[in-house]
């Protein structure tokens, strides 16, 4: 199956500071990424869709300033979660589809913690 | 009503055993059906992909699709302590975004 490489797996930071999540396709070319927010024994809830050179579409309730998306390539996105609160600590998780592809691959998922 | 229903367990089995994990959904315009396993503090990985109704086989996993119940089934043959983790199902029409289910919690007992 197709790669998905996401860092770092493990964050740790100040509250207010900002927290960059890389999320890279690694044999394919990853027309689509989506974001995803996991609490513990909880499914994926989607934040966010993003597709290549264009601006995310952020689901009800997730707030854009706060999420920042960007999908510059067809390899890469990165999710930046800015002036982190507690409240933002969670399990974050991208994943990916190459165009034409249905199969949805994810990534190892990043665990922030913001004290 | 959710879209995707799936018992969040705990489903403990034997090893050894054959398991069975379902889902059931709504919109009848889902298409493509998939089932993911997670270990904890892990992403998902994809464990089968079908296409409309129908069964399919990987080793020790069998996919089922019956669009006409809105049902679809994962079956684990020979259950090993290393299946132990959360399996997910999830579907999608085609459009928009993907659905996915809670999540069973399997625990495979050696």
């Known amino acids: 199956g197709a790669v998905v490489s996401q860092h770092p797996s493990r964050v740790i930071c100040k509250s207010g500071t900002s927290v960059k999540i890389e999320c890279r396709s690694l044999?394919?070319?990853?027309?689509?990424m989506f974001w995803y927010r996991q609490f513990p024994k909880q499914s994926l809830m989607l934040m966010a869709t993003s597709n290549e050179g264009s601006k995310a579409t952020y689901e009800q309730g997730v707030e854009k300033d706060k999420f920042l998306i960007n999908h510059a390539s067809l390899t890469l996105s990165t999710l930046t979660v800015t002036s982190a609160h507690p409240e933002d600590s969670s399990f974050y998780i991208c994943s990916a589809t190459a165009n034409g592809d249905e199969k949805l691959f994810f990534g190892s998922g990043t665990q922030l913690s913001v004290l | 009503q959710k879209e995707v229903e799936q018992d969040p367990g705990p489903l403990s089995v034997p090893e050894g055993a054959i398991v069975s994990l379902n889902c059931t959904y709504s919109n009848s315009a889902f298409q493509y059906f998939m089932w993911y396993r997670q270990y904890s503090r892990k992403g998902p990985e994809l464990l089968m992909y079908?296409?409309?109704?129908g069964n399919k086989e990987d080793g020790r996993f069998t996919a089922q699709v019956d669009k006409s119940s809105k049902y679809i089934s994962l079956f684990i043959r020979d259950s090993q302590p290393s299946d132990s983790a959360t399996y997910l199902c999830a579907m999608w029409s085609g459009t928009y975004k993907y659905i996915f289910g809670t999540g069973t919690r399997l625990k495979v007992l050696a």
């Open positions: 044999d394919f070319q990853a027309t689509t």
């Open positions: 079908t296409y409309s109704s």
